[in-house]
């Protein structure tokens, strides 16, 4: 057996043994970019963490494909209240996979693309997570610029939900990458950025600043008992009465077991910090590489 498949082999082997249905830890192990941890609470709620003690990244009780655990991705699905009938949708960051889940539930017709550019992210999904690939979602291993420079293009939202903790990979935060994202939207189309609080994020005053410059509309929906910001870009979104009203009326008809209104209730205001620095490429920040 070749070196690569007995690798592969043995990934497998070790998902295998680690599943267990109780609480506690599912799987830990290193994966090219990260330290992946999968854990299960009492509830059946499974976590996946990129560090012991970290952020959680994805929230997903298998089989409750349109709970969406985590607020702040309730929080990006008004983007529905401004496209509802998605054809084209690319998301950036896979995590568990809970969106893109979500959206394929909700939208069986639409394309679906996901990016990550952590190969043992994708197969932990697939794993623990119920994520499944099917005719019209596709799970891409890549660099998310990389795709994006790449892709054709038209996509209806686009997703991007690779921004960590105090951790920003700057090449996808970039004036010219974000207006590169906007080359690839369909007319109408909306970016959708889930992006820390400026106590977590460093770069959040130049994150605001460089998207504003992007893009012809912006503003920022902060999420209830979260320490996460939303970002909406590119199209405008409907003041925050007309848009709870839009989001009730897609809990109603889609008959979600959340209400999506209450994230809408503050609104979604333009706070940019002007006086922040761009992000540019001539920073010339690296990519994210591999561990050695």
Request: hydrophobic share 45%.
């Amino acid at each position: 057996m070749r070196p690569r498949s007995l690798a592969l082999s043995l990934f497998a082997l070790v998902l295998s043994c680690a599943a267990a249905s109780g609480p506690g830890v599912l799987y830990e192990g290193d994966s090219p970019f990260n330290h992946l941890i999968v854990a299960q609470d009492a509830q059946g709620v499974r976590r996946l963490y990129f560090e012991k003690d970290g952020a959680v990244q994805s929230a997903i009780k298998p089989g409750a494909t349109l709970e969406l655990e985590l607020p702040y991705a309730r929080a990006a699905m008004l983007a529905l209240a401004v496209h509802p009938n998605p054809k084209r949708i690319l998301i950036i960051g896979l995590g568990g996979g809970a969106m893109p889940m979500f959206l394929r539930a909700l939208h069986a017709d639409a394309e679906i693309e996901v990016v990550d550019i952590d190969p043992d992210v994708v197969k932990v999904a697939s794993k623990y997570f119920g994520f499944r690939e099917d005719a019209r979602l596709k799970a891409h291993v890549a660099d998310g610029r990389a795709f994006v420079e790449k892709s054709k293009g038209n996509y209806d939202l686009i997703f991007l939900d690779a921004y960590g903790k105090g951790e920003i990979p700057r090449h996808l935060a970039t004036l010219e990458f974000l207006k590169n994202v906007r080359g690839k939207l369909a007319p109408g189309g909306l970016v959708v950025g889930n992006v820390w609080e400026p106590a977590s994020n460093p770069l959040y005053g130049p994150m605001t600043h460089t998207y504003a410059e992007a893009y012809p509309d912006f503003c920022v929906l902060s999420v209830p008992s979260s320490g996460n910001r939303i970002f909406f870009a590119n199209q405008a979104l409907p003041m925050k009465e007309k848009l709870a009203e839009l989001a009730a009326a897609i809990s109603a008809k889609r008959k979600l077991p959340f209400e999506m209104s209450m994230y809408a209730r503050g609104g979604c205001v333009r706070d940019v910090d002007a006086e922040a620095p761009l992000l540019t490429d001539a920073d010339k920040s690296e990519e994210p590489a591999p561990k050695k």
